[in-house]
Every structure is written in C-alpha cells, then in structure tokens.
DNA sequence: CGTTTCGTTGATATTAATCAACGAGCGTGG
DNA sequence: CCACGCTCGTTGATTAATATCAACGAAACG
C-alpha cells in the first residue's frame, strides 16, 4: 500500500535537534517518557549513550523482522506501527507521538515496522546498553513495565473495537483516544490534529479509506464533530463517547 | 451472551489439588510458569504464600473493573478472557492455558474478566505479596517482563486478524496457534482439544458463531482438517499455515 | 502550470450477520 | 429407563454492513 522505501537522516533536521534537546537533564519530554524513571545522576550517564535523531516524513525507524539494535524514544512528530501480510495488506498496531517508547528491550527482533508519519524526532540507545541498564536499574525495569501494561491495556481496547465495533464507532473510539493521548503532550485543545493520512486511519481501524472517509463525514452531518484542514474539532464529547463505548 | 453468575470453589476439586500440587517445588507447571525464574530457596518461600485452587467450569476468577486482589498461575484447564461492551457484545481477549500468568502486577484493577470453560486449577498470590516479591527480586520483574513482551506480540497478532483478515484465515489462524501453545503444554498430537464453544472461538474471532460453523465445515470439506468430537485434527499443516498467514 | 496525491462521494458487489429451522447429545425427572 | 426439555452446533435463506470499483475536485508538488 503505502510501502515506500527508507529515508536517510536529514542532516539538516539534526541540527534542529542538536539545539532544541541539548541533553537529558533539560529534555522537556522526560517527564512523559522513560526516563522520568531516572534520577539526575543517572540522566548525565544517560546524555553519554542517547543518539539525537531527526527524520523526514516516511522514514523507517526499523522493520518488522529486523534485529533490534536500538530502543527508542519520541520526542516530537508522529510515527506508524505496523506490519504487512504477505499479500499487502497492512495493519496498523499503534502511532506513537512524544514521549512513548518505541522497540523492544528483551526480544531480539523488531515484530513490527516504524515509520514516521511527519517529522519526527527521536533519541535511541543501543539496546545492549539499555538492557545493561535494565539489569543495573530495577526501577527502570519497574518503569518499562508499567509502560508495558498500559501498552497491554491498550492492545486490548483495540481488539475489543476491531473484534465487536461497527465503522461509527471505531472511527469514533480512535477519535476520542487520539485525542486523549494528545492532551497528555500539549495544551488539551478542542481541534485534534491529525497528522496521519486517511489511509493511515483505516489501516489502524480495520476498514477502508472510503468507509473512514464516508464516516467523518456523517458524525460532522450529525454535528458530533467538525472536519478542520489537518485535523477535526468534537462538538459533542458526551455523544461521542457514548458512539465510542458501544 | 454467557453471562453467568460466578460458583464458587468445589472443595472436592479442591482436595483434587492438595494432592496433586503438593508444593511449588515439585510442580509439573513450574517450568512453564513465571515460577521458572525462582530458585529452590524461593520456591519455598512461594509455598508458604501461594493458594492452590480448583473451580468447576463457567467460575468466575476475578472480573473486569475489580479491584486486582491477587495474581494467578494456570495449573490445569482453560480459562476465558473477555471484555463485555455496555450493550452485552463481548470480545474474548484470550484463553489461558497451563503455565500462564494471570492477572496485573502493577496496575490496581483487572482490566477483563476471566472465567473457567472447563475444570481448571490455579495457584493464586495475593497482589501485595507478589509486588513485594518483585521489588525484591530483579530476576522475578525480568521473567514477568519477558512474559508481557510475549503477551503484547500475540495481541499484535490478534489485532492483525482482527483488523485484516477474513474468517477462512481467522479460524486457520486460531487453530494453529491454538495447537502451537498446548504444544508447550502437553505432547504433540495431531488431535487438537477444543475445550471453549464455538460461541467462545467466534467472540475470540471477531464473528458469529454461524460463521465459525460454516468455516470449520469448509475447512473440513476441503479436507485441511477433520472435525472430531470436543476438537479437530489438522490433515495438512501447510495448507493451513498458508491460509492462515493471509 | 501540469501532474500527482488525497479525500470525498456514488454505484455496485461481496462478505459476514441475521433470522430461522432442525437434529444430536445431555441432564433431569417422571 | 425413557421422555422431555435444553443447549449446542449445523445448515439454509435473506439482509445489512462494508468493500470494491469508479469518478471527480482540491490541494500539494515539482
């Protein structure tokens, strides 16, 4: 479908990086990732191994299968989750924004591919060095577990909307937990911005571009929302909630 | 759908337990279980905390939005994980077998609810005594770390089916890794026990009971498999992982 | 400024859901 | 021990939801 090859680093956007995250102790994402697990001691050591990273959109992080050389984490842009089926057809696990960790700490392959859907930014460590970490650092086994609870918890959301939810409501859950991942980041605003195309959204949904398409505009008919350039406004939370539940 | 109220323990099947899994050292699970990650000295200790219990088929182990009391290791049968939406659609999230770890460590309440198909038996931790356990020993977080990276690749898995495929491949799909994980459990046979209704597959499958029976049927009709009484038996494995990949 | 990509909408096709009937197996009670 | 009533699984007929095919306009891009 989308299946376009990698994109180098831009040089250019590492500069970017270079002076907007200088380090670890002064990362406005720590506090959202990770890291908030480490202590300031531990976030000096931290700026000796971390890689600043900028990608162009459609840049793979890394693919489904390939060997895990590095764990990530965002710091700003959105990437895509997914993996293909033999045929073509994609499936997206998850987008990550700022703050979610990225990779795999204890098995050895990549079981899905990252892709950057904007411009992103992220910082990786080479996996061996974390792993030496986790092992030195129980709360930070702590930590990455916790994170993967939730990751857990939310796998689970989107079995239960992919195995039992119709398109309205789909589309209306993803809406809805979207913007709430969102509010964690910035500023909780009415107009959800969204970065990934519609494509991207069916491929995540388990439905079409046409019926993804066809659906934002009959929840904007029924006034439950408005479609902005880039993105959608909710009118009605409350119905819309509702929509989502089922 | 099932909706049946929880029953409560058997003390029969309970004295079941008592002398089959005397203690945690001599457990036939423990090497398939997170007990794997104790040392003999642990071991002990395990059995002075831990709770053997039996239940008859349809029991309820613990319920979507309660309050996460205790942690549990599956010794014997199937059990049932599922989501209910408001309006009674349920989602089976997964089936525990043998060796599984049930329940949330880290987050206060159960996020599904889990019922026995058949007679099972489980050993139980209390929550609190599980946490302590975990803040004391690293290699315990690890091993129950290991087995959440494993629990997040099989829901990517599902979301997959779920979002991707159709029911031809989702049922292939659901045999094969169904035979794949009592493999680890019990000898290999070419008779795969379905313990759970068709009712149970199609709420795991994302479709209706009427769609399993006809899938099961054509894949019997053109003899990838045979259905015998309580489960099926697989005539040609490759034909079915083929199906079964998409 | 042409060309491509993306999103929208309409018409039709297809898959799986729904509605319905039936038979087999099982447990219970006469 | 048999008969009745249930539950469960299967199969058939029809319907509904979403996919597919197709056309088009607008924005983005070279």
């Known amino acids: 479908m989308t299946g376009k090859p990698l994109q180098d680093i831009s040089p ?3 500069k970017v990086n270079e002076s ?4 670890c102790s002064t990362c406005t994402t720590r506090h959202l990732s990770i890291c908030d697990a480490l202590g300031p001691k531990e976030l000096v050591t931290f700026d000796h191994v971390v890689q600043h990273r900028g990608f162009a959109a459609k840049a793979v992080l890394f693919e489904q ?7 990530f984490s965002v710091s700003e842009g959105t990437i895509r989750l997914f993996r293909l089926l033999p045929d073509g057809r994609r499936q997206i696990i998850g987008f990550a924004i700022k703050g ?16 950057s859907v904007d411009h992103i930014r992220v910082c990786r460590i080479p996996r061996s060095t974390f ?22 918890h939310d796998s689970q959301d989107q079995i ?16 809805l937990s ?29 439905l079409t571009i046409e019926t993804v398409s066809r659906t934002i505009s009959k929840l904007a008919r029924d006034k439950l ?9 909710i009118l009605d939370v409350n119905r819309l909630v509702e929509l989502a539940e089922g």
């Open 12 to 14: 250019s956007t590492e």
């Open 100 to 115: 979610d960790f990225l990779g795999t700490a204890l098995a050895e392959k990549h079981e899905y591919t990252a892709e």
């Open 225 to 233: 929302i408005v479609v902005v350039p880039d993105g959608i406004r």
């Open 160 to 175: 239960v909307l992919l195995g039992r939810k119709n398109a309205e409501e789909r589309v209306a859950a993803f809406l």
């Open 65 to 71: 299968g390939q060997k895990a050389d590095f764990v």
């Open 131 to 152: 792993l030496q970490m986790l092992d030195e650092k129980p709360h930070l086994m702590k930590k990455l577990h916790e994170i993967a609870g939730r990751e857990i």
């Open 20 to 23: 907007h995250v200088p380090n």
């Open 178 to 206: 979207f913007r709430e991942r969102l509010a964690r980041v910035l500023t909780r605003s009415v107009t959800i911005p969204l970065p990934m195309s519609r494509q991207d959204i069916a491929d995540y949904l388990g």
